[in-house]
């Protein structure tokens, strides 16, 4: 069996694919035979995660993208497919990025566009295109503001999906830096004690580096769960859990529900926390953190004003990045084993009834990177049809599938 | 009656006073009295704000601290009780804060001293100072580092409590710049699946400036609640609500439940989201953020590796000041109308069945600091008695009084 979600993992991500097939109503019926969040191990196909790469960026360009930016788009799916983050992954990604590309729902060639660039910091406009590939790009300049001055900021407004914001926090780790990336993405999300939408899922993401223990990689929703997890289980026909969605009134809803049967852009989502009682009020408020230090600090109208879900353009959402250098705070090896003993002894902590250890975030995904590095990506057979027939008809090769792979 | 607690406050402060008697029992008997967080009004006091400044720093003077520096500790004390943070205020820090003066807790003529500074950024010790006394200075320090820089950062090492953080994150508000802080003390939290305290309620503060609308202000521990919450519950005599706290075994309590007859700093509190579930592993890891950029950052251990909550010079915390210059993004008369534009919209939003109105952080406390400005600081009338007790033994004018306040 393949693990489609780890109900431990410390994050967002839900090892799965979502964007399987065209047709969601014959994959429902399909999936009605999974068991909750397992998929059935005949319908997964491992592939290799280099060669999935290739065809991702092959496609991309074939579709109309320009090399360069196919390329950054491809490295960063598969920096999430590799950690088990298929909901960000080319696995459930690249079917959508082409069908925004044939829609004209995003720029296949833009540029980063500088509006401010002062010392430390620097705002950019995205060009309407996906930030999953000006990410690397972006930290890359907070890291050498960083370098210069201590701490580099970047902003990024009318920009497309961002993919797995962890990954881009992760490139200011490999220069021994901390990264923060958040993003403001169109509303889904009730204010607490709200019953009509204002916030999105706003996500946020923290990554800092450690020596010998996994590298903290802190990447979630400010919504109860992220909009993928909640699609995902309206495919493989499950409910959602406690406090996910609210009633049209705006009253949460507190037990297990289906996703009701209507556009998914207008079902009312809670913030992370469910009610005021269990803390509702928190999740809002880390949701309008990232509003305003993506959106309204990069220039833009708070996407609660300027909803941008039906432009013409695809939807605009804005971004955030900032890098920390270590180096400038004191010394870094001290850090870094100051965060491995951390990690080490949370690793350690007596686990309560019930559960085999404490883990912490950035842990499962390492493991998981480590396995899939050698076994390859589990991708859905459905998916792997639909690029062998891109290949066939882009003369392109067709992708690597990984013989004998297993749990 | 005096409005001890705003359920709907998105915050983490409570309107009351927790350090009105040394004699906690005696204290405990008569709230048995009270309603649920509403104090008698027979109990309650209003004061002039200047005068409970005035005094506060008269007293901790008095008790050996600079004068400057009891300025400073003050000025911030007042800042929360006019804003309704009395949990952070005088009206129940000062008590305590005498306390530790004279046990030797805390360093009443500590120095900030310099360990780093590099550009944008800067690291400190704290010489075993309060924070609350220095957080304006490192406010500061940032601001003038983001007008240079267009970003600026400080951490702080070894030391003292920081009272309410978003006091401080609104200096860099008050200079049109955005304010983020965070702190970490003490593990009284135990990480998702885990039966061990690992981490401290380690909160976390933004702060935004608006035009006309009250300035965004949002300032919360990343447990479930705040450690001061919870001692008011006990006080009392009322139960903590569900997912506060886990059993010994590190089980979650689900329902309402007592805080445990136990010593304070052995009960077990849970990260913000209770339990996997609910979402504590989101709660558990902007705790572990808090931690990193807070006191790993400023060349610390872990304080789950390095306790120092029984340290003979007083519990040393670390903490991180951020500040972000909106005009060196943009252009900061359009930051603030879009503000404007976001916080009136989330104020004018629908509300929920059973819910008046919908708010967003720092818009009670801007209410609750209109009222006080006019009204006074309410202060439970066992601290007026202990204040005038001192100002007979000191020779020091007494608080004054606001007659005839009432809400």
Known sequence: ?????????????????????????????????????????????????????????????????????????????????????????????????????????????????????????????????????????????????????????????????????????????????????????NPIVVPTFGAEQRLGTNPIAVAAPANNEADFLFDVATSTIAGGKAKLAELAGNKLGPYTIAELNGEPIKDDVFLPDMKFEDILFLPFGGSRESGSHKGYGFAMVAEIMSGILSGCESLMINNTRNDPRGALNSHFFAAFNIAAFGDVEKFKTNMDQMLKKLKETKPSPGNKRVIYPGLLEREEEIFRIKNGIPIHKNLVEWLDSLSKQYGIEKIHRKVGTNR
Not at 71 to 99: F, K, M, W
Not at 102 to 108: A, C, V
């Open 1 to 185: 069996m393949v693990l489609i979600q780890t109900p431990g993992n410390m994050n967002e991500y839900c090892y799965t694919n979502l964007y399987r097939n065209n047709d969601k109503q014959s994959f429902k019926k399909k999936s009605k035979m999974l068991e909750r969040f397992k998929a059935d191990q005949n319908e997964i196909v491992f592939v290799d995660s280099k060669s999935l790469e290739k065809i991702s960026k092959e496609i991309l360009v074939k579709e109309g993208m320009r090399p360069s930016f196919a390329a950054s788009v491809s490295e960063a799916l598969l920096a999430a497919d590799i950690r088990g983050a298929d909901t960000h992954g080319a696995s459930n990604l690249i079917q959508p990025y082409v069908d925004w590309i044939r829609n004209k729902k995003t720029n296949p060639d833009p540029i980063l566009k500088k509006v401010q660039d002062f010392a430390a910091i620097a705002n950019f406009d995205a060009d309407n295109g996906l930030v999953t590939g000006f990410g690397k790009e972006a930290m890359n300049i907070a890291i050498g503001k960083a370098k210069k001055f201590g701490v580099g900021v970047v902003t990024i407004k009318n920009a497309g999906h961002s993919g797995a914001i962890g990954v881009h926090a992760m490139h200011a780790v490999e220069k021994d830096m901390i990264g923060m990336v958040m993003t403001a993405v």
